[in-house]
């Protein structure tokens, strides 16, 4: 059992982890949107016009990526990981 | 053929189906060039796309229940993701959306972060878990987890009311692009594209519905894709818009400011034909509060992750793992259209309104727009409309309407690209509308076959009686979807957003809490299921009918309402209440690793 709560303790902490930057990207940026819409972002977009049409989503989706390999290790040191590929 | 060695074969199956339907379009523009009528291009599309969907459907065909209703669990990482974007993606994404963007600008590209945002969630809350605990559909993880059918049949309740609210927007969208591209009256074509619905799902349900979604999402993609890169070449704006447009989006921001953006006179917006807008806001400037940008953004996300239609992709995943990583690649797939929209909003506004393109037609003269023959085409359609208000006799920026529709459907041709184009644009359309709804469908009749009848009414009954009662269902569910269709009440979006709302007012915390929470028993999640739909739907009855809400929270966001109110009840009365069996317990402790056998047991 012990195994185990280790294990969801740190599956816990990346969760935090990944929510954070989650919020962060979803939601905390966006409180200074037209202050930082001032700013000429990648590409030479507006920056918060940026982050709505190509920046906000696109770090979505290599934040998912990044949790899976994450979460992945965690279940490998605990030799919970699945056999077989996927 | 779809046995065995088809899940290795799938690269190259759906290689040698893109090629072939490339070479379609191939031979569609050779067509055209040849002589080839307009509606006689527009059929093509439709009739070989759907003949392709069908006969799919028909090859998947299955007498398994594990089939039916969750593939077999065998659907690699790659191909769910492109069949959750496919599923994901309605029609409304694909046609309404440039649109919204073209006229609202940053207050409506909160969807775009929410849509996407979502599915962190997705990943991190819920996927995996409820994929381990082996469940064929979300009511059927509730009714585990809490146990006792009242909270199964709460589930199926808060579903049901999601998905239909959804799928009628679907069906109705089906039936438009039908009724266009066959010319035949809409009551008709709403049956139509529902036969063409049915085909996909019933003989292979779960399965059929993920092979035809992987087939849609090629048709759509291309379909959405190809007109964004050919009109920003044929304007000169970049041979990759997505990296080059910031000058197109400065060139916009200084013609806005320019030409002012002048407010009409009420007396002058009555003569505007229903449904068209004008351009009134700012391309690329915050036009939004930071909170209604956030409450918008949130409440999408947390739908996203209570939308029992999505979730169900990911129970059809070989194992937990997968289920993580597919996630991943439903949002890459999402990305390649969402990220593609703006771009196309900003191509299409720079192409109607710059004085210095040969298409733009604000500074021209009335009369002179009035004869082009894209505007004549588009105005006859009821998507565009020019108005001489002020009696200068030219366009001005306030004088010039569009439906948000025209935004995807008449870019292509303003542009000057082919109608080989637009016939491509119909496919994709229709694509998208019919994977989604194919979805929500089958959602709501595996939910009422499986946990109504299956788990309440005859626990005992046969696997080939589960699965006549399955498609029956279907079947109904289509007919009473394409019925409240056929008689237009809501509009297309209107209508989607709703179903977030309703999905995260019942769903969200119920599901979230079961994984997350161990002491979450059954009295709470049903107060949460309940308490949260019924404050959800009554905050909707009060802002729709006058009333002033609170905290900025419109009709568009009452998930944030009604989900807090899910939330606390369901803490609440959890703690009121005794604390789960040490069964419950170690079902959940159970689902929090990944390898072994699934939680449930038994259905594989």
């Known amino acids: ?86 | 053929m779809i046995k065995g060695n088809f899940i290795d074969n799938l690269p190259k199956v759906y290689g040698i189906y893109t090629g072939g339907f490339i070479g379609f379009i191939v031979l569609m523009a050779i067509g055209e060039s040849m002589g080839m009528t307009a509606k006689a291009i527009g059929i093509c599309f439709v009739g070989f796309t759907i003949f392709i969907y069908a006969l799919i459907g028909w090859l998947s065909r299955t007498a398994q229940a594990s089939n039916y209703y969750v593939a077999g669990r065998t659907v690699p990482t790659v191909f769910n993701g492109m069949a959750t974007a496919a599923d994901w993606m309605s029609g409304a994404s694909f046609v309404a959306m440039a649109g919204g963007i073209y006229f609202k600008g940053y207050g409506y590209m909160a969807l775009l972060v929410g849509w996407t945002g979502g599915y962190v969630l997705v990943a991190t809350l819920l996927a995996p878990y409820l994929r381990k605990f082996g469940c064929y559909t979300v009511p059927d993880f509730v009714g585990t987890r809490y146990g006792g059918n009242t909270a199964r049949l709460m589930a199926v309740i808060v579903l049901t009311v999601a998905s239909f609210t959804y799928v009628t927007a679907q069906i109705n969208a089906t039936g438009t692009i039908a009724a266009v591209a066959l010319d035949i009256p809409f009551q008709y074509a709403v049956y139509v594209g529902l036969v063409s619905i049915l085909l996909c799902s019933m003989l292979g349900g779960m399965r059929g519905v993920t092979w035809t979604q992987v087939a849609q999402y090629i048709v759509l993609i291309i379909a959405y894709l190809l007109p964004v890169f050919w009109i920003s070449n044929n304007i000169g704006a970049g041979f990759f818009p997505h990296f080059m447009l910031a000058d197109e989006v400065a060139r916009i921001g200084e013609l806005e400011q320019q030409f002012g953006f002048v407010k009409n006179s009420a007396a002058d917006l009555a003569t505007v034909p229903k449904g068209l807008a004008g351009i009134t806001k700012a391309h690329s400037e915050v036009n939004a509060t930071p909170w209604a940008f956030i409450s918008l953004a949130l409440a999408m996300m947390m739908g996203t992750a209570s939308l029992p239609h999505v979730m169900m992709r990911f129970f059809t995943t070989p194992s937990v793992k997968a289920a993580r990583k597919s996630v991943g690649w439903s949002v890459f797939f999402i990305f390649l259209l969402y990220s593609s929209a703006p771009m196309l909003a900003t191509l299409s506004k720079l192409a109607l309104i710059d004085p210095n393109l040969p298409t733009g037609i604000i500074g021209k003269s009335i009369a002179e727009v009035q004869a082009i023959d894209w505007y004549q085409n588009w105005n006859q359609a009821n998507l565009m409309f020019v108005s001489d208000f002020n009696g200068n006799g030219t366009v001005e920026l306030n004088e010039f309407f569009m439906g948000g529709k025209a935004v995807v459907l008449a870019t292509p041709e303003i542009a000057g690209l082919p109608y080989v184009i637009s016939g491509l644009v119909a496919a994709g359309g229709l694509a998208a509308a019919m994977s989604t709804a194919d979805g929500l469908i089958l959602a709501i009749a595996n939910a009422i076959s499986h946990d109504v009848y299956y788990k309440m009414v005859d626990p005992k009954a046969e696997t080939a009686k589960r699965l006549v009662v399955a498609r029956v269902l279907l079947v109904v569910i289509g007919f009473a979807g394409a019925t409240i269709a056929a008689m237009e009440i809501q509009g297309i979006l209107g209508s989607v957003i709703w179903a977030f709302d309703f999905a995260m007012s019942g769903l969200f915390w119920p599901l979230v809490l079961g994984v997350w929470w161990k002491r979450a028993n059954k009295e709470g999640a049903i107060a949460g299921m309940v308490l949260g739909l019924v404050s959800g739907f009554a905050y909707l009855v009060w802002v729709r009918s006058g009333g002033s809400g609170f905290l900025g929270i419109t009709q568009l966001t009452f998930g944030i309402f009604g989900s807090t109110v899910s939330l606390v009840a369901m803490v609440v009365v959890s703690l009121m209440t005794s604390a789960p069996s040490a069964a419950t317990q170690k079902m959940v402790d159970d689902s929090r690793v990944p390898a072994g056998a699934s939680v449930i047991g038994g259905q594989k």
Not at chain 1, 17 to 26: G, N
Not at chain 1, 41 to 61: D, E, M, N, R
Request: hydrophobic residues 50%; aromatic residues 20%.
């Open chain 1, 1 to 86: 059992m012990a195994k185990n709560a280790q294990h969801w303790e740190k599956t816990r902490g990346l969760l935090f982890v990944t929510l954070a930057i989650w919020a962060v990207f979803s939601m905390g940026i966006f409180l200074f949107g037209a202050e930082m819409n001032e700013v000429t972002g990648p590409f030479g977009y507006p920056l918060t016009y940026w982050f709505t049409c190509q920046g906000s989503l696109a770090i979505f989706v290599i934040l998912i990526f990044w949790f899976a390999g994450r979460q992945e290790k965690i279940d490998e040191e605990f030799g919970f990981s699945e056999k077989g590929d996927d």
